[in-house]
């Protein structure tokens, strides 16, 4: 489904990505990890398309399309979604209003009729139910004045609404009480199904607990420099990232 | 004659000379006669005098006008009505229709019993001695333009008590024609104690030839009433406007002026609160959405005499190309206006590198225990919100739209009238999806 191909990335001239390769087929999670600096939240972002992030080299596929060659709007309305680490808020933009604009706009892409009002507020009631989100907060501006954990919910929320075929959950589960981030691993876990993958990035293996993993691979440097299975983020709770960081030093020498 | 760089004495002049001639209004010759001394000692303002130093309207106007003269009224102005798509029409309430600047009795509907109208040429002695009491000739230039120049105009009374519950309308209905291209209304609104009255004024240019609407409104806020008093401005390239508005609050009495400048040349808006006494409220909010070259100029004042009084200003702008929005608030606190609470704020979105925003609060406090704040942001749109909304696979012209439209969105819920408000959304949506 997504195919990343010695991806190289840079903001302002700086490299941040040096060559990440990854294979993600329909139905797997994926967990990337690493320590702060290593260059997870910038594959998250090139993946979305934040246009401050040039891509120096490399290609990503997407269902057989060049995910690059896409504006941002495009890749979502492909089925690409990105579960924002610092969701903004958006005062004067109503909750509701602007979920219905995106349905709406994605349904046009795929030339599906538009939902109604009557429809989409059905489908918006469905959802509410998987990711236990107040129905008050949606009659708000958009994440105005929401707690942290509020932001995310509304975040796995529109995940929900929207139905992307690739989930990018950037730093979902960071600042997260144990109790809201249960409900938030709740959400995508009932959100997975055969057809549809997920990449989890992350910091602490706590939020794994919750979402298991297929594969999970380690982000050091701007490079995947471990990849493995769940057990993988269990030594890396255990041993922390010194250890990754001495076997790559060891190997450079 | 000296030719001083602050003054533009060569305007007044062609001013005074073409009033020369006029027949005298001998109701209003003291008001004309004070106006004339005004004109000559000042001129009109150039870019030398601080009020106007961002905004050359005399400028403009000297090159933009052929006829300084006033225009005669405009013939079949009923048939022209039918078809003038960019009127606001009433579903329920009172309408006002001038042609150049002069009431038409036969297509305005107003009742009677709620209100008193007469043409300022028709009034008592003692009630014409009001005109030019509240806005007086000598605070701006246009003022005394206006009064030098106005041949008849409005006034209107509701008496004590009258709550008028549905909306008066008053469009100016405007055309230059061979005798001149310089309208000049004159309106004085005086609202009696514990009344109540929404005003909706309109403009509407026939044609897009070059014109000047210069406009002096008077309001005397009698105690406990309450007025709210929303201005369109959404004329065409060439038109230039100025208006002086100045409102005299009483006790427990409040003022909310909206104005709304979409469209037109030059704008500049003079607008004055006098907070006379305690407990009153006065609020003003302005939203500008300019493109192409226009100019729009908004100068505020409110003046806080007594305690316990409250005032409100948010003004917002999104300016696109060259154009250019100025913003100046001034605020008084006077010694005795203890308990005072003030509140400004500008904000402006620039969506071009060469559209300018000027913008300046004025704080004059003199009393110790109040509550004042002020602040103004000008930048650009939101980078990372229209990100947020591409993500979520929303186009980069509907995001920009949504953005825009929630920026405006402050402002136009301030206006209280539904069938005004939805109509004003309606527009505002349409150059915000357009002409951006």
């Keep these: 489904m997504l195919s990343i191909k010695n991806l190289h990335a840079a903001i302002e001239g700086t490299p941040i990505l040096k060559g990440i390769s990854l294979e993600i ?3 797997e999670v994926h967990a990337i990890m690493g320590p702060n600096g290593s260059g997870k939240s910038t594959l998250a972002s090139v993946l979305a398309g934040r246009e401050e992030y040039e891509v120096t080299e490399g290609e990503v596929y997407f ?15 492909e089925g690409v979604f990105l579960a924002f680490q610092y969701p903004v808020e958006i005062p004067g933009v109503s909750s509701t209003n602007f979920l219905r604009t995106a349905v709406n706009q994605v349904r046009e892409y795929r030339g599906q009729e538009p939902l109604d009002a009557v429809k989409f507020l059905s489908l918006m009631k469905e959802k509410m139910k998987l990711v236990e989100i107040d129905q008050k907060l949606l009659s708000r501006a958009l994440n105005e004045g929401f707690s942290g954990g509020e932001k995310k919910k509304n975040e796995i929320f529109q995940m929900a609404v929207l139905e992307p075929t690739l989930s990018i959950l950037d730093e979902t589960d960071s600042g997260l009480d144990i109790d809201a981030l249960k409900v938030v691993a709740n959400g995508v876990n009932q959100l997975k199904t055969k057809e549809n993958a997920t990449i989890v990035v992350t910091h602490y293996q706590r939020l794994l607990d919750y979402i298991i993993p297929d594969y999970v691979h380690v982000l050091f440097d701007g490079r995947i420099v471990k990849s493995g299975s769940k057990d993988l983020a269990l030594e890396l709770e255990d041993k922390g990232y010194d250890w990754i960081k001495e076997e790559i030093s060891g190997t450079t020498v | 004659m000296t030719v001083s760089t602050k003054k533009d004495h060569k305007l007044a002049e062609i001013f005074l000379t073409g009033t020369a001639a006029m027949q005298d209004l001998p109701l209003y010759s003291n008001l004309k006669k004070s106006a004339k001394e005004v004109l000559e000692e000042s001129g009109m303002p150039t870019l030398k005098n601080e009020e106007y130093k961002y905004t050359a309207i005399s400028k403009r106007i000297s090159d933009q006008l ?3 003269g006033t225009p005669s009224s405009i013939d079949n ?3 022209k009505i039918q078809g003038q798509q960019e009127l606001f029409r009433l579903e329920e309430g009172y309408t006002l229709v001038c042609n150049n600047g002069i009431v038409d009795a036969h297509l305005s509907k107003i009742d009677p019993q709620l209100f008193q ?7 008592s002695e003692e009630k014409a001695a009001q005109i030019g009491g509240i806005e007086k000739n000598e605070f701006d230039p246009f003022t005394a333009l206006n009064s030098l120049c106005f041949r008849d105009g409005i006034r209107i009374d509701i008496p004590d008590g009258k709550i008028i519950e549905k909306p008066l309308l008053l469009v100016n209905f405007v055309r230059p024609d061979e005798n001149g291209a310089c309208i ?3 309106v004085f609104i005086q609202v009696g104690k514990n009344a109540q009255l929404t005003l909706i004024e309109q403009t509407i240019y026939l044609g897009e030839d070059p014109v000047l609407v210069n406009s002096v409104s008077e309001w005397k806020v009698g105690q406990n009433a309450h007025v709210r008093s929303y201005k369109l401005q959404d004329g065409h390239k060439k038109n230039l406007e100025v208006s002086n508005t100045r409102s005299e609050v009483q006790q427990d009495a409040s003022f909310t002026s909206i104005v709304l400048s979409l469209e037109g040349g030059m704008i500049r808006n003079n607008l004055s609160l006098d907070l006379n006494a305690s407990n009153c409220e006065g609020n003003m909010y302005g939203l500008y959405l300019l493109n192409g070259k226009t100019h729009v100029d908004n100068h505020t004042n409110v003046d806080h005499k007594k305690p316990h009084s409250e005032s409100n200003e948010l003004y ?8 250019r929005g100025v913003f100046n608030g001034k605020i008084f606190v006077r010694q005795d206006a203890q308990k005072t609470n003030a509140f400004q704020q500008n904000n402006n979105i620039l969506l071009s590198e060469d559209a300018t925003v000027n913008t300046k609060p004025q704080l004059e406090i003199w009393a110790d225990d109040v509550k004042c704040s002020h602040g103004c942001t000008t930048g650009q749109l939101d980078e990372e919100a229209l990100f947020y909304l591409r993500a979520r696979g929303i186009g980069k012209d509907a995001a920009k739209a949504l953005l825009l439209h929630a920026f405006a969105g402050e402002v136009l819920d301030q206006l209280k009238e539904e069938g005004f ?10 150059r915000l999806g357009g002409h951006y």
């Design chain 2, 77 to 79: 102005l009923q048939k």
């Design chain 1, 25 to 27: 087929k329909p139905g």
């Design chain 1, 63 to 77: 269902k057989g399309k060049d995910l690059l060659d896409l504006s941002p709007e495009d890749r979502a309305r």
């Design chain 2, 316 to 323: 917002k702008g999104i300016l696109a190309d060259q154009s």
């Design chain 2, 184 to 186: 000049h209304p004159r």
């Design chain 2, 421 to 430: 408000k939805e109509y004003c959304e309606k527009v505002v949506h349409a």
């Design chain 2, 66 to 68: 052929t006829h300084f």
């Design chain 2, 117 to 123: 109208l007469q043409a300022l040429t028709e009034l």
